[in-house]
Nanobody, 123 residues
C-alpha cells in the first residue's frame, strides 16, 4: 500500500521561495512517476509538475509555472520535491503529491494521492 506524505507548506511573501517534500511509504519510489498538483480555493485541482521514474521521459511542468518551479526526486530517500521560486499570490493553493506506475503521460493517470499541504503567498 502506497502512502504519500507532503510537507513544507507555509505562509510566505510574494517573491520568496519554498520547497515542498513528498515522502512515499510502503513502496520503493524508484518505480513510480511522481507528480504535483494544486487546488486553489473554489477551483479544480490542476497539474503542476511531474518527474518520471524513467530518466528518458524526464519531467513535465505546467506552462503557468515553468520558469519558476522545478521538480526533482531522491530515490534513496523515497522523496520527491517541488522547488518553487518567485512565488506569486496566485500560487496560493493546497499542493498535493501523487504517484503512478508507468510514465505516459506525465500529467494524468495518478493512482495514489497525499493529503496535501497548504501554501499561502501574501503580497
Amino acid at each position: 500500500q502506497v502512502t504519500l506524505t507532503e510537507s513544507g507548506g507555509d505562509l510566505v511573501q510574494a517573491g520568496n521561495s519554498l520547497t515542498l517534500s513528498c515522502v512515499m511509504y510502503g513502496q520503493t519510489m524508484s518505480m513510480y512517476t511522481m507528480g504535483w498538483w494544486r487546488q486553489a480555493p473554489g477551483k479544480d485541482r490542476v497539474f503542476v509538475a511531474a518527474i518520471s521514474w524513467d530518466d528518458d521521459r524526464g519531467t513535465d511542468i505546467a506552462r503557468s509555472v515553468k520558469d519558476r518551479f522545478t521538480v526533482s526526486r531522491d530515490n534513496a530517500k523515497n522523496t520527491a520535491y517541488l522547488q518553487m521560486s518567485l512565488l506569486k499570490t496566485e500560487d496560493t493553493a493546497v499542493y498535493y503529491c501523487a504517484a503512478r506506475q508507468g510514465s505516459s503521460p506525465l500529467n494524468r493517470g495518478y493512482e495514489y494521492w497525499g493529503q496535501g499541504t497548504q501554501v499561502t503567498v501574501s503580497e
